[in-house]
């Protein structure tokens, strides 16, 4: 059969913002799904959201309302949304009261009135809230198995879109007749974590859909249900081929050290304990891609955006003249009891505006401890698959990370990250003739050769200046305490690494 | 305790225009329980018949002070209302003092929808039941276009 003679099946937007990429897409027309979870989990809303998304004046949607949340109560609330348009209602929303027949009658009746009201509107949309309280009432399995199958075929007859909205607890998954008859399972979770509730949906099931497996965070805010999916939205795009071009840092020693710059669609580590100079590097970092043309991002956590731009000012760089030409967004961001997915959204919006070629993450360490408790868990997992979308797509990313320390030995991440990363820069104070100094090495590049040379530098009026020559008189600097050696220095050009990795 | 502003001229131009109404279909109803009826069968298929009983006895206590007559009607369990048609026939010498109750009845009702569900969708909800009826009058609380 070819593709041709094939049924296509519409795709409905969700009217959920990142739902529709998680489902695949959109929900399919004419499919008959059960949104499920706890109380307080988001399912009415999000039905809404589908509701107002679809439904027209021609092809209304009916929302039955059974026992539970009075139906006035629930317009009242439902209305405080942004995306409920009241004039839409009863025209292209009709909402119809079930409780009575729910009460009084049986599942027969509840099915007659349904079918009845169906008949006379011909809705696009039909959601049935709360289902579940139909079938606490004293019916047989058999008599509840027969009610569904023929709702579900009714309804897909009469080509509506139809939700059955229900409070199931997570071991009622198995074996339940009327999951086997839905074509998709919404289940939403809500957990508490410590002091944050951690929301996550997740598409159970989904017929002739390709949705993203796994579980994803969502939050409800003011504009209803918003979602964030795994792959941040960015499944769809093909991934760059790697590039041979090389990103400058505006230092042109550390180029040289780097074998020509940063690799076009790197992730960077620099590393390195407090004062070390990780923000100026970045900053430099992200100036220089402005002043070569490429839009860049700042993400900091630690600092408001109007002090960072006065740091970089301080160093003789202009970052507000790009912020007002759209060339660089500086974002701050505290999150305090968001999900790391939400914050990287707000990352990759923010990348995605702008066309965003340079990004800048100063700190990690900050980004961790600006998500709430119940996320940290998360957050190598997520950073993983942010720079793994965003260096797919040509974006070079640069982060910063604090080390703590230590005398006897050489870490180079105390975060255990550095598996994210391409490139590992590594600065560090040395003691050397009585003074504090500063020192840095390229610990690794993924992509080719770079210096082994360890090098001195000083943060200075310009930013972070290299100094000299490589430190070839000193035993054991990168303990922190090297040893004077009488040995020469007979090397001028810095020694390039032959490309072999380091164990990070 | 009074109606909110601007729903006793709601009311009053709603039972004016089940009054027009009512002319040309020679309707033995009173206009205040024509308008009470449409706005239950309205309500009532979302709210449900206990949803609509439950709104129709706070309208009807909120309004006794205002009416004491009104202490003869009641609510029947359906939502329908029972006595009101008799206390507006008490006073067939003040037709005005007549159609007092059931103005201040229908202005309560309206108050709690909008209390409860705000100004634009309450509009909605009557513009669909009184599909011929203007509700853009600048002058009205519950008037102004939505």
Same mark, same amino acid.
């Given at each position: 059969?070819?593709?041709?003679?094939?049924?296509?099946?519409?795709?409905?937007?969700?009217?959920?913002?990142?739902?529709?990429?998680?489902?695949?897409? @959109?929900?399919?027309?004419?499919?008959?799904?059960?949104?499920?979870?706890?109380?307080?989990?988001?399912?009415?809303?999000?039905?809404?959201?589908?509701?107002?998304?679809?439904?027209? *004046?021609?092809?209304?949607?009916?929302?039955?309302?059974?026992?539970?949340?009075?139906?006035?109560?629930?317009?009242?609330?439902?209305?405080?949304?942004?995306?409920?348009?009241?004039?839409?209602?009863?025209?292209?929303?009709?909402?119809?009261?079930?409780?009575?027949?729910?009460?009084?009658?049986?599942?027969?009746?509840?099915?007659?009135?349904?079918?009845?009201?169906?008949?006379?509107?011909?809705?696009?949309?039909?959601?049935?809230?709360?289902?579940?309280?139909?079938?606490?009432?004293?019916?047989?399995?058999?008599?509840?198995?027969?009610?569904?199958?023929?709702?579900?075929?009714?309804?897909?007859?009469?080509?509506?879109?139809?939700?059955? $909205?229900?409070?199931?607890?997570?071991?009622?998954?198995?074996?339940?007749?009327?999951?086997?008859?839905?074509?998709?399972?919404?289940?939403?979770?809500?957990?508490?974590?410590?002091?944050?509730?951690?929301?996550?949906?997740?598409?159970?099931?989904?017929?002739?859909?390709?949705?993203?497996?796994?579980?994803?965070?969502?939050?409800?805010?003011?504009?209803?249900?918003?979602?964030?999916?795994?792959?941040?939205?960015?499944?769809?795009?093909?991934?760059?081929?790697?590039?041979?071009?090389?990103?400058?840092?505006?230092?042109?020693?550390?180029?040289?050290?780097?074998?020509?710059?940063?690799?076009?669609?790197?992730?960077?580590?620099?590393?390195?304990?407090?004062?070390?100079?990780?923000?100026?590097?970045?900053?430099?970092?992200?100036?220089?891609?402005?002043?070569?043309?490429?839009?860049?991002?700042?993400?900091?956590?630690?600092?408001?955006?109007?002090?960072?731009?006065?740091?970089?000012?301080?160093?003789?760089?202009?970052?507000?003249?790009?912020?007002?030409?759209?060339?660089?967004? $500086?974002?701050?961001?505290?999150?305090?009891?968001?999900?790391?997915?939400?914050?990287?959204?707000?990352?990759?919006?923010?990348?995605?505006?702008?066309?965003?070629?340079?990004?800048?993450?100063?700190?990690?360490?900050?980004?961790?401890?600006?998500? *709430?408790?119940?996320?940290?868990?998360?957050?190598?997992?997520?950073?993983?698959?942010?720079?793994?979308?965003?260096?797919?797509?040509?974006?070079?990313?640069?982060?910063?990370?604090?080390?703590?320390?230590?005398?006897?030995?050489?870490?180079?991440?105390?975060?255990?990250?550095?598996?994210?990363?391409?490139? $590992?820069?590594?600065?560090?104070?040395?003691?050397?003739?009585?003074?504090?100094?500063?020192?840095?090495?390229?610990?690794?590049?993924? @992509?080719?050769?770079?210096?082994?040379?360890?090098?001195?530098?000083?943060?200075?009026?310009?930013?972070?200046?290299?100094? @000299?020559?490589?430190?070839?008189?000193?035993?054991?600097?990168?303990? @922190?305490?090297?040893?004077?050696?009488?040995?020469?220095?007979?090397?001028?050009?810095?020694?390039?690494?032959?490309?072999?990795?380091?164990?990070? | 305790?009074?109606?909110?502003?601007?729903?006793?001229?709601?009311?009053?131009?709603?039972?004016?225009?089940?009054?027009?109404?009512?002319?040309?279909?020679?309707?033995?109803?009173?206009?205040?329980?024509?308008?009470?009826?449409?706005?239950?069968?309205?309500?009532?298929?979302?709210?449900?018949?206990?949803?609509?009983?439950?709104?129709?006895?706070?309208?009807?206590?909120?309004?006794?002070?205002?009416?004491?007559?009104?202490?003869?009607?009641?609510?029947?369990?359906?939502?329908?209302?029972?006595?009101?048609?008799?206390?507006?026939?008490?006073?067939?010498?003040?037709?005005?003092?007549?159609?007092?109750?059931?103005?201040?009845?229908?202005?309560?009702?309206?108050?709690?929808?909008? $209390?409860?569900?705000?100004?634009?969708?309450?509009?909605?909800?009557?513009?669909?039941?009184?599909?011929?009826?203007?509700?853009?009058?600048?002058?009205?609380?519950?008037?102004?276009?939505?």
């Amino acid at each position: 059969m070819s593709t041709q003679d094939k049924v296509k099946i519409n795709k409905l937007p969700t009217g959920v913002p990142g739902l529709d990429e998680i489902v695949g897409g @959109g929900l399919p027309e004419f499919s008959f799904n059960i949104i499920a979870g706890a109380p307080g989990s988001g399912k009415t809303t999000l039905a809404h959201q589908f509701v107002f998304a679809n439904a027209s *004046s021609e092809r209304p949607a009916l929302y039955f309302t059974v026992l539970g949340e009075s139906a006035i109560k629930m317009l009242r609330y439902q209305q405080q949304y942004t995306f409920f348009d009241p004039a839409r209602l009863p025209g292209s929303i009709r909402f119809i009261n079930l409780s009575q027949v729910v009460l009084e009658q049986n599942l027969g009746a509840v099915l007659e009135e349904i079918t009845k009201e169906v008949e006379k509107t011909n809705p696009a949309v039909v959601v049935v809230d709360s289902f579940r309280t139909m079938v606490r009432k004293q019916e047989s399995d058999m008599d509840l198995q027969s009610f569904i199958q023929r709702l579900a075929l009714f309804l897909a007859s009469w080509q509506a879109t139809t939700f059955l $909205i229900g409070e199931y607890a997570e071991d009622e998954l198995r074996d339940n007749p009327i999951f086997t008859v839905a074509d998709g399972l919404l289940w939403l979770r809500q957990t508490a974590e410590r002091n944050s509730i951690v929301r996550k949906l997740q598409i159970v099931k989904l017929r002739g859909q390709d949705s993203v497996p796994g579980l994803h965070t969502f939050r409800i805010t003011e504009a209803g249900v918003q979602a964030f999916s795994r792959t941040f939205g960015l499944t769809a795009r093909k991934r760059n081929p790697p590039s041979d071009r090389r990103l400058s840092f505006g230092i042109a020693e550390l180029d040289k050290m780097l074998g020509g710059g940063v690799r076009e669609g790197d992730s960077v580590l620099v590393a390195g304990s407090s004062g070390t100079g990780k923000s100026v590097l970045a900053t430099q970092f992200i100036a220089e891609g402005i002043r070569q043309g490429e839009p860049g991002i700042v993400a900091v956590f630690e600092e408001r955006p109007q002090a960072y731009a006065e740091r970089a000012a301080s160093l003789g760089l202009d970052l507000e003249t790009p912020q007002k030409d759209g060339k660089l967004t $500086i974002l701050y961001l505290r999150p305090l009891d968001l999900s790391v997915d939400e914050t990287m959204h707000s990352i990759l919006d923010a990348v995605q505006k702008i066309g965003a070629k340079r990004l800048v993450i100063d700190s990690l360490a900050g980004f961790e401890m600006a998500l *709430s408790p119940g996320f940290r868990a998360d957050f190598r997992e997520s950073l993983y698959r942010m720079i793994f979308a965003l260096t797919g797509i040509g974006v070079t990313i640069l982060s910063t990370v604090e080390v703590d320390e230590s005398f006897t030995e050489f870490t180079f991440s105390t975060y255990s990250v550095s598996f994210l990363t391409d490139d $590992i820069i590594r600065l560090r104070y040395v003691s050397i003739d009585g003074q504090l100094r500063k020192v840095m090495v390229v610990i690794k590049m993924r @992509g080719g050769n770079h210096a082994k040379d360890i090098r001195e530098y000083e943060i200075t009026s310009k930013g972070v200046v290299i100094l @000299g020559k490589r430190l070839a008189n000193y035993q054991g600097l990168i303990s @922190g305490i090297p040893v004077h050696s009488d040995r020469p220095d007979l090397t001028e050009a810095p020694s390039l690494d032959t490309g072999i990795e380091h164990k990070t | 305790m009074t109606a909110i502003p601007g729903m006793r001229d709601l009311a009053h131009r709603l039972l004016t225009y089940e009054a027009g109404l009512g002319k040309s279909s020679e309707s033995m109803e009173s206009p205040a329980t024509r308008v009470y009826e449409k706005l239950r069968q309205s309500l009532g298929e979302f709210v449900g018949v206990a949803g609509f009983y439950s709104l129709a006895t706070r309208a009807l206590t909120l309004s006794r002070p205002e009416v004491p007559s009104l202490i003869a009607v009641r609510v029947a369990a359906d939502g329908s209302l029972r006595g009101l048609g008799e206390i507006e026939n008490q006073f067939d010498i003040d037709k005005d003092q007549a159609g007092e109750g059931g103005i201040v009845l229908i202005a309560r009702l309206l108050g709690l929808l909008r $209390i409860f569900l705000g100004e634009a969708l309450t509009l909605s909800l009557l513009r669909n039941a009184w599909p011929g009826a203007a509700f853009d009058d600048q002058n009205s609380a519950l008037g102004r276009k939505a």
